[in-house]
T-cell receptor, first 113, second 117 residues
Framework: GEDVEQSLFLSVREGDSSVINCTYT??????LYWYKQEPGAGLQLLTY?????DMKQDQRLTVLLNKKDKHLSLRIADTQTGDSAIYFC?????????????FGKGTKLSVKP | GAVVSQHPSRVICKSGTSVKIECRSL??????MFWYRQFPKQSLMLMAT?????????EQGVEKDKFLINHASLTLSTLTVTSAHPEDSSFYIC?????????????FGPGTRLTVL
């Protein structure tokens, strides 16, 4: 079945770049997503990438996709304390537009001042 | 952007009682809503997919008689935890798919923390 793997923890200093990595298994995924969850809150979509793209940049966020290796990464430039949260990688299972999201376990990002 | 609300945000109930959680899409129509459960320090587990006007599709291992889902309109889905027990204590999150976006984004509610005593 589909599976999404992420490292569980990442700690960086304020101002450094953070890189969160994710691997997935469903080669038919059309979209891949990064969500942010702050304590006690729901999930906020940060960014997404279509499977035929290699890279997408949105302000401080850069998403890299290696479709051959099924590897997705999220880079946060100039990480701030407000970026401390859990980041979930997700793929849309199956092809087409109606698939469900499969989430990784989440990477807890801690930003030290 | 699209907003999804959940009510209540936190509920504490006694074992054996039933609890209803509402999920509303505030500024868009959601033909499909999803209910997730999240245990501490774990990922989201999809419980069921709810389509407006039809029966919900439950994931394997989720008891449909215990977790009743109703999706009566394009903006409202409810999850009722019947005869709740302490093991049902969890963080329940709903999401709604905005059929207007080409990438079929799901917008998530803020979650409901259920504690069963």
């Amino acid at each position: 079945g589909e599976d999404v793997e992420q490292s569980l923890f990442l700690s960086v200093r304020e101002g450094d770049s953070s890189v969160i990595n994710c691997t997935y298994t469903d080669s038919s995924s059309t979209y891949l997503y990064w969500y942010k969850q702050e304590p006690g809150a729901g999930l906020q979509l940060l960014t997404y990438i279509f499977s035929n793209m290699d890279m997408k940049q949105d302000q401080r966020l850069t998403v890299l996709l290696n479709k051959k290796d099924k590897h997705l990464s999220l880079r946060i430039a100039d990480t701030q304390t407000g970026d401390s949260a859990i980041y979930f990688c997700a793929e849309k299972s199956g092809g087409g537009s109606q698939g469900n999201l499969i989430f990784g376990k989440g990477t807890k990002l801690s930003v030290k001042p | 952007g699209a907003v999804v609300s959940q009510h209540p945000s936190r509920v504490i109930c006694k074992s054996g009682t039933s609890v209803k959680i509402e999920c509303r899409s505030l500024d868009f129509q959601a033909t499909t809503m999803f209910w997730y459960r999240q245990f501490p320090k774990q990922s989201l587990m999809l419980m069921a997919t709810s389509n407006e006007g039809s029966k919900a599709t439950y994931e394997q291992g989720v008891e449909k008689d215990k977790f009743l889902i109703n999706h009566a309109s394009l903006t409202l889905s409810t999850l009722t935890v019947t005869s709740a027990h302490p093991e049902d204590s969890s963080f329940y999150i709903c999401s709604a798919r905005d059929r207007g976006t080409y990438y079929n984004e799901q917008f998530f509610g803020p979650g409901t923390r259920l504690t069963v005593l």
